[in-house]
């Protein structure tokens, strides 16, 4: 099957921000300031190889005054603020965030590649989340417990801010991934230090000069731009308190090995290769959009993508040829065109990991059904863009079935009966997300309490919400995001005994 290409030429005006003539700064104590080396490093388009900013290159330098600055802030003005004047704050950084939505959308989409219908798209969710965790600000507390010690002696529990927050986040949703980090620890009353990924950092300095104009006092949020090192140096840093970070299960191990120096608290939102299952009495038409969606939306980055496909014997033929469909069908192209339903991969590192993954795919004798090598020709030489790949005749053994690719590739599977596909399904060293397609409501929850995963979609695939705890089983990290809970990641509780008499 061919795929169908969108204009790759056609002019998209991008913001003022995005200029390659002024570099982007890092933000420490409320003021924009180059690295301490000086070295910059450069962001390209990934649709075009275009490069479209230059941004300070930070180092462990960098961590070590942004990491004093939120110390002294958190000490100092923040530590003063009620939970009415910091929901306040976040309250007004939401309506910034809303009024400058469609800016941060197109930031990113240039910045990492995502179709511009993608980033507009997360306005409800991003500014949801940050009005959310507003809320939560002023309903964090404490409990009083009844003990059984003798004589008058009163307990209660307080809830404390952890400190100094380091939040490490990845590329594939700059803008989401950091609002659930930096919406509930501002709300807390933490102080934060956040690293975006060196492949699309560019929305979340934008955020920063939003954070900014909010006004939070100096210091309170901090950004360190730059590669690795800056993640592994606030991970090792003995002031930072929290480390939250979403990123690969390989960078969430060395992350916990980092923070062993002062036992900081971790939160790891890491790599996943979930299960979506299709029984035959399924709604057969909505399980193959749900299933194609599942994987092709964001090019596959996505954490949660259900790339293990699991579909029952009797309709596996069919209900992949209408997968592969979907996919063959969906408009690969210029991210900035509104028509364009999957853009290009970020970095050239990642099509090199995905088309590795296709030709693994090929090689282990699975068979491309639409999709499966890099696209080729004029129109996308200077782009990183690979077609909706759909493989058939995969078996549980091979790496495209056990692997996280975090490229647009399914791998579909049949099974015999709900007892295989249960044991088939946990077979994995992940457990992050998974989907159950079935009209019988009793195999529903049967599947849903038998999987192994920190999130299970019956009859849809994907939907989020700031109320709903989000995270992981097994390598697939632990803590969770969302939900009324999710402060409680950034709080430390203290109890305390009162003798009254
Ligand atoms: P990555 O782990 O390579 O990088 C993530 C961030 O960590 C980047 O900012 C990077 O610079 C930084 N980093 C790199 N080395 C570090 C170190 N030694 N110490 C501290 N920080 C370091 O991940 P990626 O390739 O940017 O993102 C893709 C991965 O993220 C996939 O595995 C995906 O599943 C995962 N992810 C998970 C979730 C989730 O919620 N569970 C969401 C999105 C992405």
Request: hydrophobic share 45%.
């Amino acid at each position: 099957m061919e795929t169908r290409v969108t204009d790759q030429s056609a002019p998209f005006a991008s913001p003022q921000f995005i200029n390659p003539d002024t570099p982007r700064l890092l933000l420490i104590d409320g003021q924009w300031r180059p690295s301490a080396s000086g070295k910059t490093f450069s962001t390209s388009d990934p649709s075009t190889g275009r490069i479209v900013a230059s941004i300070a290159e930070g180092s462990e330098r960098d961590v070590d005054m942004a990491v004093a600055a939120a110390r002294r802030a958190f000490e100092g003005a923040w530590r003063k603020f009620k939970p009415f004047e910091r929901q306040r704050l976040l309250l007004r950084l939401a309506d910034l965030v809303d009024e400058h939505f469609e800016e941060l959308a197109t930031i990113e989409t240039i910045d990492m590649g995502a179709p511009i219908t993608r980033t507009r798209g997360g306005r409800q969710r991003v500014v949801g989340l940050i009005r959310f965790y507003a809320g939560l600000a002023t309903a964090i507390h404490g409990e009083t417990i009844e003990n059984s010690i003798a004589g008058e002696v009163f307990s209660y529990t307080l809830k404390e801010p952890v400190g100094v927050v380091g939040a490490i986040v990845p590329w594939n949703s700059p803008i989401g991934l950091g609002i659930w980090k930096i919406a509930p620890a501002l709300a807390t009353g933490c102080t934060v230090v956040l690293k975006p990924a060196e492949q699309a950092s560019l929305s979340l300095l934008r955020l920063g000069e939003l954070i900014c104009e909010a006004g939070f006092p100096d210091g309170v949020f901090n950004v360190v731009t730059g590669f690795g090192n800056v993640g592994a140096a606030l991970s090792a840093h003995p002031d930072v308190n929290k480390i939250t970070f979403t990123g690969s299960t390989e960078t969430g191990q060395a992350i916990i090995r980092a923070s062993a120096g002062n036992v900081k608290r971790l939160s790891l939102e890491l790599g996943g290769k979930s299960p979506d299952i299709v029984f035959a009495d399924a709604d057969i038409e909505a399980a193959a959009l749900g299933a194609a969606n599942a994987v092709f939306v964001n090019s596959g980055q996505m954490c949660i993508a259900g790339s293990r496909l699991y579909v029952e014997h009797g309709i596996y033929d069919e209900f992949v040829a209408r997968v592969a469909e979907y996919g063959a069908n969906m408009r690969v192209g210029a991210p900035l065109d509104p028509d364009t339903q999957m853009g290009p991969l970020v970095s050239g590192e990642q099509l090199d990991r995905v088309t590795g993954y296709m030709a693994a795919g090929v090689r282990e004798g699975a068979r491309a059904v639409t999709g499966g090598a890099r696209l080729h020709g004029a129109a996308w030489s200077q782009g990183f863009f690979v077609p909706p790949t759909v493989f058939a005749g995969v078996k549980d053994s091979m790496s495209i079935a056990r692997e996280e690719i975090f490229g647009p590739v399914i791998s579909a599977m049949p099974f015999t009966d709900i007892d295989d596909v249960i044991h088939r399904a946990n077979d994995t060293a992940f457990g992050l997300g998974s989907g159950v397609w079935t009209r019988d409501v009793g195999k529903a929850h049967r599947v849903s309490a038998a999987i192994q995963s920190g999130t299970v979609w019956v009859n849809c695939y994907l939907p989020l919400d700031p109320a709903v705890p989000f995270g992981g089983y097994k390598m697939s990290g632990y803590g969770r995001e969302s939900g009324i809970h999710h402060v409680d990641e950034f709080l430390n509780v203290k109890s305390v005994f009162l003798k009254t008499a």
